[in-house]
C-alpha cells in the first residue's frame, strides 16, 4: 500500500469471525457477509515531533478539529498503515456541521426516487419499440451466416444468460472496480482521499457521501462486498423492479454515511469511512425482511442453517453493540443506519414513496407530451414488491 507519511491511513480491518450465507430453497442466493458488513473505516494521524522549547505553549493547548486531508504531503513510503481515528469532543459547533449533509440526504434520497420513477416511465414507453427491434435483430439473424468463434455473440449470449438483478448490479460493481483501481494512482491519492472518503471533519462533506460508497482501498473488502451484492442481487431487483433498486441502493449510500457522521460528530471519534457495505447492509435487510423464513447457511458449514430474521437480527445486534461499545474495526453506525434503512424501507418506505409517485409521473408524462391527455401512461408498473 502507497500512503503519506505523516498521515498514516488504516483501511484494511477485517473481521476474524467470517460468515458467509447462501439462502436455500426456491428461490436460491448465496451471501457473504463478514459480521454482517464490509464498512471499512480508516483514521489519519499526524506524526509526532520531537518537543522543542519553542512549543512547549502550543503542545498544551487543547486540540483542534481534526482538519481535511488536504495538508498531505507529496512523498510516500511503503510503511504499513495503522489505525488512529482521530478524537475530538463533541460540540454544538460540530453538530451544526450536520445541516448541509441532513439536506443533502433529504434532497439527494427525493431525486434518486424520483429519478426512478421516470427511468420506469421510459423503460414501459420503450418497451414496444424494444420488442419489434428485437424480433427484427432475430430475423436477420437467422438469415445472416453463422460465424465461429464469434466474441460478440460469446458476450451476448453470456449478457442475457444473467438475471435482470445481476445485470443491474453489473454497472455498480463496474463503479467500484474503477475506482480501486483510481486508488492505485499515486498522483490521484489526495483527491482520493478529499472526495471518496466521508469524514464529517472533513472540508467536503456531501460528495463524499455518495462517491465513497463506491469506494474500496482493499481488494478482499472490495470482492466480498460485490460478493454479497452481487448474489442478494436476483432477489432484492425482483422484489423491486430495477429502477426502485437502483434508487433504494444508492439512497441507502447516503443515509449510511450521515448516520456515520452523526455518530462520529456525537462520539468524538473523527476519521475517514470507505466502502459500499452501508448500502449493501440495507439491501441485505430488505431481502431478510421480506423473506424472513428463508433459509440461510454458512456455505463451509451448510448443515447449519438459520432463518434470515435470525440472521438479521444477529447482525442488528453485533452493529448496536459495535456503536455502544465504540468499536473502531468498522464503522458500525453506517451498518447500523443502512439496515435500519432497509427494514424502514420495506415496512412502511415502499407505500409512503412508491406508491405514491404517480402525481409526479403524470406530471413528467405532461411535460413531456406538452399537456395532452393520457397522463396516466407509465404511471404503473414492474416494481414487484407489495
Given at each position: 500500500?502507497?500512503?503519506l507519511?505523516?498521515?498514516?491511513c488504516?483501511?484494511?480491518?477485517w473481521?476474524s469471525c467470517?460468515?458467509?450465507?447462501r ?8 451471501s ?5 458488513s ?5 483514521g489519519?494521524?499526524k ?14 493547548a ?8 488536504e495538508?498531505v504531503?507529496p ?9 488512529a481515528?482521530?478524537?475530538?469532543p ?5 453538530f ?9 440526504t433529504?434532497?439527494?434520497t427525493?431525486?434518486s ?10 423503460s ?5 419499440q424494444?420488442?419489434?427491434?428485437e424480433?427484427?435483430a ?19 449470449q453470456?449478457?442475457?444468460s444473467?438475471?435482470?438483478g ?12 474503477v ?15 478529499k472526495y471518496f ?5 472533513s ?8 462517491l ?9 473488502h ?9 448474489s442478494?442481487?436476483s ?8 429502477e ?9 449510500g ?6 456515520s ?13 470507505l466502502?459500499?457495505?452501508?448500502a ?27 432463518t434470515?430474521?435470525?440472521a ?12 455502544v ?7 458500525h ?9 432497509g ?6 418506505g415502499?407505500?409512503?414513496i412508491w406508491?405514491?409517485?404517480?402525481p409526479?409521473?403524470k406530471?413528467?408524462h405532461d411535460l413531456?407530451t ?12 414492474g416494481?414487484?414488491?407489495?
Amino acid at each position: 500500500m502507497n500512503h503519506l507519511p505523516g498521515l498514516p491511513c488504516s483501511t484494511m480491518a477485517w473481521r476474524s469471525c467470517a460468515v458467509l450465507f447462501r439462502l436455500t430453497g426456491e428461490d436460491v442466493f448465496r451471501s457473504s457477509a463478514r459480521g454482517g458488513s464490509f464498512q471499512q473505516r480508516c483514521g489519519f494521524r499526524k506524526v509526532s515531533k520531537k518537543p522543542e522549547s519553542k512549543k512547549v505553549e502550543e503542545e498544551l493547548a487543547p486540540p483542534k478539529l481534526p482538519e481535511s486531508s488536504e495538508a498531505v504531503a507529496p512523498r510516500r513510503t511503503p510503511v504499513a498503515p495503522l489505525l488512529a481515528p482521530q478524537a475530538s469532543p463533541a460540540s454544538p459547533r460540530a453538530f451544526s456541521r450536520l445541516v448541509r449533509p441532513l439536506i443533502f440526504t433529504v434532497g439527494f434520497t427525493g431525486c434518486s426516487f424520483g429519478a426512478a420513477a421516470i427511468w420506469q416511465y421510459e423503460s414501459l414507453k420503450s418497451r414496444v419499440q424494444t420488442y419489434f427491434d428485437e424480433l427484427r435483430a432475430d430475423w436477420l439473424e437467422k438469415l445472416r451466416p453463422q460465424k465461429r468463434g464469434d466474441v460478440r455473440k460469446e458476450i451476448n449470449q453470456w449478457w442475457n444468460s444473467l438475471s435482470e438483478g445481476q445485470r443491474t448490479v453489473t454497472g455498480i460493481i463496474t463503479a467500484n472496480v474503477v475506482v480501486f483501481l483510481c486508488w492505485r494512482v499515486p498522483s490521484l491519492q489526495r483527491s482520493m482521499i478529499k472526495y471518496f472518503t466521508a469524514n464529517p471533519a472533513s472540508k467536503t462533506l456531501c460528495s463524499p457521501m455518495l462517491l465513497s460508497t463506491f469506494s474500496h482501498f482493499s481488494f478482499l473488502h472490495m470482492a466480498a462486498n460485490m460478493y454479497v451484492l452481487w448474489s442478494f442481487s436476483s432477489s432484492a431487483v425482483s422484489m423491486l423492479g430495477r429502477e426502485q433498486f437502483m434508487a433504494v441502493y444508492l439512497s441507502a449510500g447516503v443515509v449510511s454515511s450521515f448516520a456515520s457522521y452523526v455518530c462520529k460528530t456525537a462520539t468524538g471519534r473523527f476519521g475517514p469511512s470507505l466502502g459500499a457495505s452501508g448500502a449493501i447492509m440495507t439491501v441485505l435487510a430488505a431481502v431478510c425482511t421480506k423473506m424472513p423464513e428463508a433459509k440461510l447457511a454458512i456455505i463451509f458449514l451448510p448443515m447449519f442453517s438459520f432463518t434470515a430474521a435470525n440472521a438479521l437480527k444477529a447482525i442488528v445486534a453485533m452493529d448496536t453493540a459495535g456503536v455502544v461499545l465504540g468499536w473502531r474495526f468498522f464503522d458500525h453506525a453506517a451498518h447500523l443506519g443502512g439496515a435500519l434503512f432497509g427494514v424502514w424501507y420495506i415496512l412502511f418506505g415502499h407505500e409512503l414513496i412508491w406508491k405514491n409517485r404517480e402525481p409526479f409521473v403524470k406530471l413528467w408524462h405532461d411535460l413531456r407530451t406538452g399537456g395532452g391527455p393520457g397522463g396516466g401512461d407509465g404511471s404503473d408498473g414492474g416494481t414487484g414488491a407489495a
